[in-house]
């Protein structure tokens, strides 16, 4: 059973940071394209970032230059590292994976999603 599991959310004040993990388990996930989204109470899901198999990094504009997404291939483990942290970044925050050669910031381009973790930013 392929799981994605995600850890590392929690409060945080306006400024800090936090570092989201999702680990994988199921299948080896190498080849595919991983990375996060996030969803905040009353707004539609939305592109965080993604990680290709060989490094390569895309973000939204809403965080580029303040998080970072890197990975793991031995531990099957992508990261979240979230800088300069603002109250409008409160969201739950999804782990996601996919092979599928498409466009990475569509929801429907993802097989696989972690069950979410919190994030809340304090002003």
């Known amino acids: 059973q392929v799981q994605l599991v995600e850890s590392g959310g929690g409060l945080v004040q306006a400024g800090g940071s936090l570092r989201l993990s999702c680990a994988a388990s199921g299948r080896t996930f190498s080849g595919y394209a991983m990375g996060w989204f996030r969803q905040a109470p009353g707004k539609q899901r939305e592109f965080v970032g993604i990680?290709?198999?060989?490094?390569?990094?895309f973000y939204a504009e809403s965080v580029k230059g303040r998080f970072t997404i890197s990975r793991d291939n031995a531990k099957n483990t992508v990261y979240l590292q979230m800088n300069s942290l603002k109250p409008e970044d409160t969201a739950v925050y999804y782990c996601?994976?996919?092979?599928?050669?498409?466009?990475?910031?569509?929801?429907?381009?993802?097989?696989?999603w972690g069950q979410g973790t919190q994030v809340t930013v304090s002003s």
């Open positions: 996601v994976a996919s092979n599928r050669d498409t466009i990475v910031t569509m929801v429907s381009t993802y097989d696989y």
């Open positions: 990680s290709w198999p060989g490094g390569r990094t």
